[in-house]
């Protein structure tokens, strides 16, 4: 049984920092990219960050690009979203997603549907 765990969500203040996890169960941590999308209000689902699991390339969508750092864990299984400076566009359900393909489509560009994710964490940043 494949599944996809959130954690770490929170509410904080602007220029604060929040860690997100997610727990990947029954993948194989190979050929694929792990990342994080955000919904925001009105908005559409969107990937932010990503990572290749055979090389980690890391991928970042202009609006996080320098605060937000994603990593992973393969033999946890588990990648991160380390998140700073945090604004108040920022606050989204935050959602774990992976999906077998190549590197160079694990970025912003290429990966605009989630296909599997988790249930989602909410970061909600204000004042």
């Known amino acids: 049984q494949v599944e996809l765990v959130e954690s770490g969500g929170g509410s904080v203040q602007p220029g604060g920092s929040l860690r997100l996890s997610c727990k990947a169960s029954?993948?194989?941590?190979?050929?694929?990219?792990m990342g994080w999308f955000r919904q925001r209000r009105d908005k559409a689902r969107e990937l932010v960050a990503s990572?290749?699991?055979?090389?980690?390339?890391?991928y970042y969508d202009d609006s996080v690009k320098g605060r937000f750092t994603v990593s992973l864990d393969t033999g946890e299984n588990t990648v991160y979203l380390q998140m700073t400076s945090l604004k108040v566009e920022d606050t989204a359900k935050y959602y774990c997603?992976?999906?077998?393909?190549?590197?160079?489509?694990?970025?912003?560009?290429?990966?605009?549907?989630?296909?599997?994710r988790g249930q989602g964490t909410q970061v909600t940043v204000s004042s």
């Open positions: 997603a992976t999906d077998r393909r190549s590197s160079w489509a694990c970025s912003p560009r290429y990966w605009t549907t989630a296909g599997d």
């Open positions: 029954g993948y194989t941590m190979s050929g694929r990219c």
């Open positions: 990572i290749y699991t055979d090389d980690y390339t890391t």
